[in-house]
T-cell receptor
Framework: DVKVTQSSRYLVKRTGEKVFLECVQDMDHENMFWYRQDPGLGLRLIYFSYDVKMKEKGDIPEGYSVSREKKERFSLILESASTNQTSMYLC???????????FGSGTRLTVV | KQEVTQIPAALSVPEGENLVLNCSFTDSAIYNLQWFRQDPGKGLTSLLLIQSSQREQTSGRLNASLDKSSGRSTLYIAASQPGDSATYLCAVLLLSRLTFGEGTQLTVNP
């Protein structure tokens, strides 16, 4: 089975800190994605990557950046964390277009 | 813009009941539809993936159907168990964008 691993289940950070959320997949998937999930707003796409060193903005990229230096790893960066970035962050991967998505177990980030 | 609606938003049933969760979408030109399960505070677990050319998929007690022309999918759960309690999400893939419904929160009572 494909495994998507998010390095932290829970994180508490202070306003203004630079935050790194790490995601690693173990099945050579081409595409990787970062979503955030909030009550009443559902899942929203932040950034995605179709290949190494490629990145595309999703629906809500403001305040975030990403890095994909290796195929298996996709990092989400909060340049200066703010309280409105408190959320559940979900990473996903897939082989390529038209294939199903595999999600990680999520990182619950609280910014205080 | 693709919109995905799930009905009902919440459902509570006694153990052993067969049940149906509904998902509808506005743009029928989808590549595929995927059903997920989410336990509280956890990530999404993929249950079933239906490609646009398929009508249904089955896995154990779960059966998902797809009617592209009417923009509908159903997830049928047979002989429900308390362990099935979770939120069920459907998501449709269109133009490389996965769009999610808000989910159905299912509670199966012993």
């Amino acid at each position: 089975d494909v495994k998507v691993t998010q390095s932290s289940r829970y994180l508490v950070k202070r306003t203004g800190e630079k935050v790194f959320l790490e995601c690693v997949q173990d099945m050579d998937h081409e595409n990787m994605f970062w979503y955030r999930q909030d009550p009443g707003l559902g899942l929203r796409l932040i950034y995605f990557s179709y290949d190494v060193k490629m990145k595309e903005k999703g629906d809500i990229p403001e305040g975030y950046s990403v890095s994909r230096e290796k195929k298996e790893r996709f990092s989400l960066i909060l340049e200066s964390a703010s309280t409105n970035q408190t959320s559940m962050y979900l990473c996903a991967s897939r082989v390529q277009a038209s294939y199903g998505y595999t999600f990680g177990s999520g990182t619950r980030l609280t910014v205080v | 813009k693709q919109e995905v609606t799930q009905i009902p938003a919440a459902l509570s049933v006694p153990e052993g009941e067969n049940l149906v969760l509904n998902c509808s979408f506005t743009d029928s030109a989808i590549y595929n539809l995927q059903w997920f399960r989410q336990d509280p505070g956890k990530g999404l677990t993929s249950l079933l993936l239906i490609q646009s050319s398929q009508r249904e998929q089955t896995s154990g007690r779960l059966n998902a159907s797809l009617d592209k022309s009417s923009g509908r999918s159903t997830l049928y759960i047979a002989a429900s168990q308390p362990g099935d309690s979770a939120t069920y999400l459907c998501a449709v893939l269109l133009l490389s964008r996965l769009t999610f419904g808000e989910g159905t929160q299912l509670t199966v009572n012993p």
